[in-house]
């Protein structure tokens, strides 16, 4: 005999209705486990009948992901994610550590849906005053996370699909402006090193940056017999980091290059020879780095104490640098009743930009300048190429104002 709630309406195989009037399904999962679903009316347990036997068509497995959080899917993505280098699955940890693991990672992966990862992006713009692009690396941590629990089962869609797209073409997403210095702004920018004592010190670094486009940890990372002086070679072949570990701790590390194309030789130009003289001279008497990092030694660039210099000592000096710059030029303006010549704030990175758009005015071989640069896509290249040719072709432009003759006036006869 077919059952029935208390209003008339049939039951199928599994529901029935309790005393206090809440309707009940109860079903087997397919290890053996029994589960029930409580719904206040027949409607809604019927909806969540017919989701259950939807999930269960497509493969997904209710019972275990109802209890499965966010942080759980991250941890298991971070656990097995082994192709990752040691600085970037660092940085990730310490993503998942500041801006997901205390609050919204505390979520159920089945209750996740795209207006919460929407509304906890904003948030962390709007009430955490976080940048979009810092937004960007959260979204690198969960959306393989919300991914891999895609293919595991857990769930149908990924609810972080497209909600990146969106917050870029908002009023928020601001693209990092990487701009060269220009050729006025570079000699102002070394004048401070050549002529301030308070930044001397800093210029064999300084230009050995700019002279050879390194990045600031292969920079840090060459060590005396990295350095050719009888064939003016720079062999890179490593980089000095300082960034958190996949356990979340900071120490100095001897890593690969970024890229495969970062293992080089750098020619020297004559200036960049005689940074390197220089900085020899100084340590042949002041002595030489004597800390040793995962078995490497004789670090080039050091501090007082003899130990190697962190990146974060170099993009400040530069920073401390400018400001003082800045601020005489800013008054010896106003005495001389002009407009100050500012420079930018810039680090260690946009030396290197510098370097490459310099490059690129002057050389017209796209893959030497990839070469030098140590670039693995030379996508990368032919961007920065573009944009210094176009400005190249301005000035020449300019120049020509008045000296070719387009129409030549007719004579009369």
Known sequence: MTRKDSRGYNLYVGEFQRKDGRYVYSYTDRMGQRHSIYKKTLVELREAERKLKRD???GLDPSKSKNVAVNSMVETYLDTKHNLKVTTKGTYVNVYKSYIKEDFGKMKIVDVKYSDIK???YGLIIERGLKATTVDHVHTVLRPAFQMAVRDGYIRTNPTDDVMAEIKRSKFWEKPDRKALTIDEQQAF???FRNNPEFRG??????????????????????????????RIIHVNHTLSDRPDEFGDCSKRMLPTKTAAGTRDIPMVQEVYDAFLMEYEFQSVLGFCDEEIDGFTGFVFCTGEHKALHPGAVNRAIHDAIDSYNEEEVLMAADENREPFLLPSISA????????????ENESNIKVIQAIMGHADITTTMNIYAEATREKKQEVMMNLEGKIIIRPERSDS
């Open 190 to 192: 070394m004048d401070i």
């Open 202 to 231: 800093w210029l064999p670094i300084i230009t050995v940056l700019l002279g050879t486009g390194m990045r600031i940890g292969e920079c840090l990372a060459i060590r005396w017999d990295c350095v050719d002086f009888q064939n």
């Open 56 to 58: 269960y068509d497509d």
């Open 349 to 360: 990175h946009i030396l290197r930009h510098t370097f490459c758009t310099r490059l690129c």
């Open 119 to 121: 509304k906890f992006y």
